[in-house]
């Protein structure tokens, strides 16, 4: 039954935006409840008041995105409220209700079909069964279901086969056909806040798809070819799943620019996502204890603009990460980081990708990656000749000296102090100390 809407509440709903869905909100509420169960576990009455308010501090921030889906359901459901109070029908006639739904539907399928339509769009309805008339319109080109109570997707659904997108987010759906393989037009596909464990290994067939939407599932594995077949994919959003890993496979599409694996339970990723050459955003946050690691090749992604790696349990950023010249934002927010030190993060992201450059092309750490370098340099050595270290120090006018190689012997005491003075404050500002190893016989 359709409502008779006051004329002043119908710009409400373009400011609300898309209504998040059952499964999202569920996902929503069942993450909001680990984040108090896992602050309740960390025995908080036993820390000191500052470790306290920081834990409490950084809980608060991660509730956040996930109390903007409660608070933007119940702005929808707060409207669903006020057109049953506009109304001049009442709305406890279920039965007629149902009869409205499917006289509407059928007359929108006649009507589509007549007119020979390529898009054809039946949303928030409640609609709990797609009619087999719907499948024999074989010159649609988008088909949108969305937001309904939709628990089956006929296996008819392959005879679209001009079908160029596909929507059928926020429904019931606990699988999807084979048949969908035969639609090998597709280019767009959202199937997002369903219940879906897998996706029908028949999907690889849909060789022109571009864009993939999975989010909000219960997805765990991936289809073994995926990579293989699907090489024009350039959007993929698989966020709140149950993923644990991606397939070798995942180095074969080559033309994927934005990947978006947050809130999941990925352990790890495979060595060929530094094949992804192409790609351009990289969400990895938010999958927790699972992500310790991140594989050298990481390194190999020259396009990245976009890294977040927030929310996981990585220790040691590979330094291959100091190559990725064209990166813009580095996100790491709450992960125990040792490499690089918390002073190089705390300076800039610029510090952290030169800190990484350094490790890699060195094989030892900088004292200041973004402000100054100490490196060793060996070279080989003569015999019957004594080895010298010595110091480079750059000319500096606020302390007063040009500048130039100083010798330093391992007794030279005050050497010793001067780098221990360097140390702790960083004497030499913005310059260069470097090292190399001289051959001489004379005393210092």
Known sequence: MTHKVDPELKPVLSLLGSRPGAQAVEAAKQALARIDSQISANGVGELPMAKIEALQEAAEKEKLPYLAVIQLEMLHQSYEDLLKKSSNTPS????????????????????????????????G?????????LM????????????????????????????????????????????????????????SGNLLKALPENLSSCSELVELNANFNQLETWMPVFG?????????????????????????LKELKHLDLRNNHLRGLPLSIGSLSHLETLDLSRNFSNLCT????????????????????????????????????????????????????????????????????????SKQSAVGQIRKKVSPRSPGRASVACLMIPGNPR???AGGWVPVRPGNTWMRSFLGQFMCGGLMGGNTLRWQEHHSDDDY
């Open 125 to 133: 309805k409640e609609l709990k069964n797609i009619p087999r008339s």
């Open 294 to 365: 991140l594989p050298d090749t990481i390194g190999n992604l020259a396009s990245l603009l976009t890294l977040d790696l927030s929310f996981n349990q990585i220790r040691e950023l590979p330094p291959a990460l100091g190559k990725l010249k064209n990166l813009k934002n580095l996100m790491l927010d709450q992960n125990p980081l040792v490499v690089p030190p918390k002073r190089v993060i705390e300076h800039s992201q610029e510090a952290v990708l030169a800190y990484l450059l350094d490790l890699l092309e060195n094989g030892v750490e």
């Open 136 to 191: 024999s319109i074989t010159c649609l080109s988008s088909l949108n279901l969305s937001n309904n109570q939709l628990e089956v997707v006929p296996s008819e659904i392959g005879d679209l086969v001009n079908l160029v997108a596909l929507n059928v987010h926020s429904n019931k759906l606990k699988s999807l056909p084979e048949s969908i393989g035969n639609l090998s037009k597709l280019k767009i596909l959202n199937v």
């Open 399 to 401: 302390h007063d000296h």
């Open 92 to 123: 406890s006639l279920p039965n007629s209700e149902s009869i409205d739904l499917a006289v509407e539907l059928e007359k929108t399928i006649a009507s589509a079909s007549t007119e020979k339509l390529e898009h054809f769009e039946f949303c």
């Open 228 to 252: 293989w077949k699907l090489v024009k994919l350039r959007k993929l959003e698989f966020q709140f799943n149950n993923l644990v890993g991606l397939p070798e496979s995942f180095g074969h």
